[in-house]
């Protein structure tokens, strides 16, 4: 069994920043990536960052610039710092983890994100 547990969202104004932190635990002994997804009421979800074993990194366009990722591996998690927020930013964002082992995906509940004036 394995679980992820998300933080860190809430309502913010437009260019205000916002700390989402999810932490990993339970059967997996190695990770070798995690991430994050978001998803907006009528859209598809959208990989929004992602963070490797080895630290390489790789971002949505749309958040290249604004957002940052980063990994504590010592303690299985991740982070998604977002700056210069937007009313397009708006989602519920979901971390995940993929087993260095089975390379299976496992995933978060979801946090909101809502960005309005």
């Known amino acids: 069994q394995v679980q992820l547990v998300e933080s860190g969202g809430g309502l913010v104004q437009p260019g205000g920043s916002l700390r989402l932190s999810c932490a990993a635990s339970?059967?997996?002994?190695?990770?070798?990536?995690m991430g994050w997804y978001r998803q907006a009421p009528g859209k598809q979800r959208e990989l929004v960052a992602h963070?490797?074993?080895?630290?390489?990194?790789n971002y949505a366009d749309s958040v290249r610039g604004r957002f940052t990722i980063s990994r504590e591996s010592a303690k299985d998690t991740v982070y998604l710092q977002m700056n210069s927020l937007k009313p397009e930013d708006t989602a519920l964002y979901y971390c995940y983890a993929v087993s260095g082992t089975s390379m299976d995906t496992y995933w978060g509940q979801g946090t909101q994100v809502t960005v309005s004036s």
């Open positions: 963070v490797t074993t080895g630290v390489h990194s």
């Open positions: 339970g059967s997996i002994a190695i990770i070798y990536a």
